[in-house]
């Protein structure tokens, strides 16, 4: 009877569907992959060194890998699953008939998000960047923890900004889009909710080196 209970569960049965079909589904079980596991154990190694003792160069590094693993996994996750299934609520399996009669509605909320985006983060970077480009750290009081972390020299803050506009880009294809639709369809088929929530938890694994706080 448990063996029967066991085999008949749908979370068990999409286990043994991991690394089967064609390209595109492997790619996708492989970014998954990725972003459950080999990203927060890289992030957690790659960010030791820069903590124990913070350089330029140990920053620059940081950055532009960061930029670069965030790219590549967002272009595998769109290649393998479409960019329309990352970016509308159908293409991640769920219905909602009265968004389908109003499509606009879209259109309206990006444009929105995209003004925030704008006003809340890049702006800012860029404005302090230029008031105060010749001094070496900018932080406040709560930001003194991740001073490892935070550029100091003009050129540091060029990646800075090249790195918060990639990772407001790809994080959200990637945690939001991509891993909460592989969550919910494939091969786990998990329930809507707890997809947020795990999608949601993976995210927090890839920040651990801003500390418990960050």
């Given at each position: ?176 889009g991509f891993l909460m639709r592989y969550l919910y369809t494939s091969p786990l088929q998990l329930g809507l909710l707890p997809a947020i ?18």
């Amino acid at each position: 009877m448990l063996i029967e209970m066991v085999g008949s569960s749908p979370l068990l049965a999409g286990v043994g569907g991991f690394f089967r079909g064609g390209p595109e589904r492997i790619a996708a079980d492989l970014v998954a992959l990725f972003l459950v596991v080999v990203g927060p154990v890289w992030d957690y190694v790659e960010s030791r060194p820069l903590r124990a003792a913070p350089s330029r160069a140990l920053r620059m590094r940081y950055y532009v890998r960061t930029i670069v693993w965030l790219w590549v996994a967002t272009g595998a996750a769109v290649w393998a699953v479409g960019f329309s299934s990352l970016m509308t609520l159908r293409g991640i399996g769920i219905q909602v008939e009265w968004l389908k009669r109003y499509g606009w509605v879209w259109w309206v909320l990006a444009v929105l998000l995209a003004a925030i985006v704008m006003v809340q983060l890049v702006l800012p970077v860029l404005q302090v960047s230029m008031k105060y480009r010749d001094r070496e750290f900018l932080e406040p009081k709560q930001l003194v923890p991740l001073r490892f972390f935070l550029p100091a020299t003009p050129n540091e803050r060029g990646w800075f900004v090249v790195l918060c506009v990639t990772a407001g880009i790809c994080e959200e294809v990637l945690f939001r889009g991509f891993l909460m639709r592989y969550l919910y369809t494939s091969p786990l088929q998990l329930g809507l909710l707890p997809a947020i929530a795990v999608a949601a938890m993976v995210f927090g694994t890839h920040h651990f080196y801003q500390g418990v706080k960050g």
